[in-house]
């Protein structure tokens, strides 16, 4: 299994119960093809630095996961298909990133592979 990192960011007009219900749909997706969510974090609401379907702001979310590299692709096109996502980006993490992102948690006083859920 190999770990990644995945951004996006959605239309800002979704209501809070949405966006939750949005960032479920992703996390489910990712336990229910043997994946494990390593890390979750909202960003929230920030000015985006050019518009995107004429809207200059969006929610933001980071995800964190362990899973096959088959599943990327279908993790992907679930995201082009969600209308309430405007943008993604799924990067692969080597190890030096892996540990600096511990690091980054542990000074930041986060428990070690606890998803951490706003709300």
Not at 40 to 59: N, V
Not at 79 to 90: G, S
Not at 107 to 113: F, L, S, T
Request: proline fraction near 3%; aromatic fraction near 14%.
């Amino acid at each position: 299994m190999n770990q990644y990192e995945t951004v996006f960011i959605a239309n800002p007009v979704l209501s809070a119960a949405q966006m939750k219900e949005a960032v479920a749909k992703f996390r489910d997706l990712i336990t229910k093809f043997e994946g494990e969510v390593v890390h979750e974090e909202d960003w929230g609401l920030r000015k985006m630095a050019y518009p995107i379907q004429k809207k200059s702001t969006g929610f933001y979310y980071l995800l964190e996961f362990r899973s096959n590299p088959e599943f990327i692709n279908k993790f992907e096109i679930e995201f082009r298909r969600d209308e309430r996502i405007m943008r993604f980006l799924t990067v692969k993490l080597d190890k030096f990133s892996i540990e600096y992102n511990e690091k980054k948690r542990a000074r930041r006083g986060e428990v070690k592979d606890q998803p951490k859920v706003e709300e």
